[in-house]
């Protein structure tokens, strides 16, 4: 789809940059990390022309190439076919475009308060060039009422525009709508179509545009409700989900402390029909689990004091793991350590908010040498280890020359490994990889 020069230059808010792109994409996503350039792929793939936006020209670059700066199932392949198909391209700035999708980090601080500023600063970068028509989607997880403010920004740069929820009862010239992504890392591709979606408009009319749009590419159901639910939702999953690893977790600590094994407890209970136990581990990461139900706790601190403490539970269980590792260490003073696995959950190379890296850089900063790194989707140490003495090893390496072995990760390359290579061995297992 396109516009004409003139129309472009009739609009006074429009940028002198803006003003001299004639292309109109069908959609523009702002931001190509582990979710927006999945999605801006997908989306290419079903046939509508994308142009992805970020301020990293040399993710811009590797993207204009074919290629890709994060490892995802299948995502390689797919990003280089749309590039070459001539449906996928990226810049620094943002086009003219039909939909704008957001899909930009939403990080907290030490405060444990959600920091929204990449979502208000994408909404600055996108307002000049939005057009009459168009149509913005939230999917990055906010707070309740991040959308509202989107709508603010773009009111306050827009004067010419009726933006909804600030044009009274004139009906508004763009729609604005949340939708929340809903994938797990490692099957991002296949869940972005299968999965269902809810989709939140700032109005009923917002919602019907936007997930007219999903259907689109999606094949799960597109739920149509209002921004506001559709955001509590994202934030209502992953603190569901926190409070009932936080159960697991607890559970470990109490079954550690008396001396009974906890993967048979939780295994035979859960023969119970009712009764579904996840499995504890070393704590809690990624952006999602391990941040979105701070958000909710921000946004009503006196109504979420479950939320509160199972996260505090979750944000705990390192600090235990440490001390259980430090303990094998000053029991065997000679000896080295083998940690297995850095990354946030299995199979993947997602180190953020890990609490696997977390225990690896507090028992290397303090054993330096003693420590043998084991994770197979990295050929380097991250940063937070680099200087630490500890070194990458490969599993069968490791497990030749430590007799301790702490296993953080339990990635598939772990679990298939030979057994008979970890006899002997005093091993610290936090996720009940070897559970009899």
């Known amino acids: 789809m396109y516009i004409n020069q003139s129309q472009l230059t009739d609009d006074k808010q429009l940028s002198e940059a803006s003003k001299e792109q004639a292309e109109r994409f069908d959609v523009a996503m702002i931001g190509l990390g582990y979710i927006g350039l999945p999605t801006a792929a997908v989306i290419a793939r079903a046939g509508l022309s994308v142009r992805g936006v970020d301020i990293s020209g040399r993710i811009v670059d590797l993207v204009n190439q074919g290629k890709v700066h994060i490892q995802e199932t299948d995502l390689d392949a797919l990003v280089k076919s749309v590039v070459t198909d001539g449906m996928l391209t990226a810049s620094t700035e943002p086009p003219v475009a039909d939909i704008y999708l957001i899909a930009v980090p939403t990080p907290f601080g030490e405060d444990k308060q959600p920091?929204?500023?990449?979502?208000?600063?994408?909404?600055?970068?996108?307002?000049?060039?939005?057009?009459?028509?168009?149509c913005v989607i939230l999917e990055s997880t906010s707070p309740v009422g991040t959308t509202q403010q989107v709508a603010s920004v773009l009111a306050e740069m827009r004067p010419d525009l009726a933006i909804p929820g600030h044009c009274g009862d004139k009906s508004p010239d763009v729609h604005i709508a949340y939708c929340p992504e809903r994938v797990l890392p490692g099957k991002i591709i296949e869940e972005l179509v299968a999965n269902d979606r809810v989709v939140g408009g700032m109005t009923s009319e917002c919602a019907r545009h936007a997930q007219q749009f999903y259907t689109r590419f999606v094949r799960g159901d597109c739920i149509e409700t209002s921004a506001g639910v559709a955001e509590m939702v994202k934030l209502t999953e992953n603190s569901f989900r926190d409070v009932n690893i936080a159960f697991a977790n607890e559970l470990s600590l109490v079954a550690e402390h008396m001396g009974i094994d906890v993967w048979e407890v939780i295994r035979l209970a859960n023969r119970h029909p009712r009764v579904n136990v996840l499995q504890p581990g070393p704590g809690v990461g990624g952006h999602c689990i391990a941040v979105d139900p701070w958000f909710l706790v921000s946004s009503a601190p006196e109504q979420t004091r479950l939320i509160?403490?199972?996260?505090?539970?979750n944000d705990a269980k390192p600090a235990h793991v440490i001390g259980r590792l430090n303990a094998m260490l000053a029991a065997s003073p000679e000896a080295k350590i083998a940690l297995l696995g850095l990354a946030f959950k299995p199979n993947i190379d997602d180190f953020r908010e890990s609490p696997?890296?977390?225990?690896?850089?507090?028992?290397?900063?303090e054993h330096g040498?003693?420590?043998?790194?084991?994770?197979?989707?990295?050929?380097?140490?991250?940063?937070?280890l680099a200087d630490s003495g500890a070194v990458l090893s490969t599993y069968e390496k490791a497990m030749a020359e430590a007799e301790l072995v702490g296993v953080l990760v339990d990635h598939d390359a772990f679990r298939s490994a030979p057994r008979y290579l970890s006899v002997g061995k005093i091993v610290y297992d936090t996720r009940g990889m070897w559970a009899q």
């Open 308 to 313: 509160r403490t199972a996260r505090e539970v």
């Open 356 to 365: 696997a890296l977390e225990i690896a850089q507090r028992i290397a900063s």
């Open 115 to 134: 920091d929204i500023s990449m979502v208000l600063d994408a909404a600055h970068l996108i307002a000049p060039v939005l057009p009459v028509g168009g």
């Open 369 to 384: 040498e003693r420590v043998l790194v084991v994770e197979p989707f990295t050929d380097e140490l991250p940063p937070a």
